[in-house]
C-alpha cells in the first residue's frame, strides 16, 4: 500500500510484521500434529479464510510505514501441498518433505489510511536539519487483491516412542508469488522466511489425543515471530473425532522503519474453537479429513476476528506386499 512519492520517499523495506501478519499463519498445525504417517506420497488440499478487523479511531502499521485505521480484512486461500515420507530412517526417525503452493483472495477496507512520511531536508539558519509530515490521506479505502501466494518448502522428522510422539519441523518462505507493496491486498509477502520448531502429540490408543507444536520465525528484512497451535480430540466412533484447537501468536522484536510514534508496534493474536475429523480408505489411498475453526481474542496492532481451515490429505498405503 506504499503510495509512491517520488524522491522524498525513504527506501521502502518491508516491516517485521507488515500490518502485523508475518509469514506464519496460525493453526497450520493441530491434532496429531506429531504422528507418523504412512511411507509413500501425500498431497494435502487447504482451504483457509479469515475475516479481522482493527479499530476505528486507532492506526496501525501496514505496508511501507503507511498507518491505517478501521480496518476490515477478508482472505481466502487455497493450498496445495505436495509431499513425500521416507521409508528409510533419518536419525531414527521419520523424515517427510513437501512445497505448499497457493492461491489467494483478499479484500481490505479500512476508514482511512495515511502514507508513510516524507522527510525533506531544509536549511533552518545556519543548520540543515529533518522535517517529516505525513501526506497522501485516503478514506473509505477498499480494494481487492488475488494471486498465487509464495512457496513453502517445509521438512519434518518424527519419532515414536510409544503413546509419545516428537517431532522437528524446519519451512521456509521464498518470495515467488505475486507481490504489490503499494496494496493491502497483495498475495505475496516480498520477503524471505525461514521458520523452524518442536511439536509433540499424545496417543494413548485410548481415544484421546493431545498434540502442541511451536516454532520461532525469522524475517530476513527484520523480525522475530513465536507462535504456539495446540490441538485436543477425543474419538467418538471410529473414524470419527471431535475436539477443540486454539493458538497463540506474539510478534518478539520490533517493526522496522513504522512510524515512529507507533513506537515497538509488537503484535499478537490468539484463537480457539472447535474440530472435527475422520479418515477412510479407498484402494490404494488413505483420506484423512479436518474442519476447525477459531475466534480470535486479545488482537493486537493486527487484525482479529476469526479463522477457519478446511483440510484434506490423500497419502498413499503401502500394500502388505511391496517391499
Known sequence: MALALGAFLAPVTALADEGGVGFWIPGQFASFAASQTDPGWS??????????????GTFTAARGGTRVSGRTQVEDIFFVQPGYTF????FGGQLFVSATFGYSWINNQADSVVD???TRRVRRGKSIIDVTRDVQTDSNVNESG??????SPMATLKWQFGSHN???????????GY??????????????????????TYDGGKGLEFSITGGTTYNFQSGVDGHIDVGASWAILDPFYIGAAGYYYQQLSSDLYAPADLGAHLSRVAGAGPQAG??????????DVNVRGYAEFAAENRPGGYTAWFTVT???VKKKSDK
Not at 146 to 151: A, E, H, P
Not at 166 to 176: E, G, I, R, S
Not at 278 to 287: A, K, M, Q, Y
Request: aromatic content about 12%.
Open 166 to 176: 516428537l517431532m522437528v519441523y524446519t519451512t521456509a518462505n521464498v518470495p515467488t
Open 87 to 90: 521409508e528409510t530412517p533419518v
Open 314 to 316: 490423500i497419502s498413499q
Open 146 to 151: 488475488w494471486g498465487l501466494d509464495d512457496i
Open 278 to 287: 475422520w479418515s477412510f480408505r479407498s484402494g490404494g489411498v488413505e483420506v
Open 179 to 200: 507481490y504489490d507493496p503499494t496494496t493491502l491486498s497483495t498475495p505475496g509477502l516480498g520477503f524471505w522466511a525461514i521458520d523452524g520448531g518442536l511439536g509433540y
Open 43 to 56: 498431497v494435502g488440499l487447504n482451504a483457509f479464510i479469515s475475516k479481522g478487523t482493527t479499530p476505528t
Open 116 to 118: 508513510r512520511d516524507v
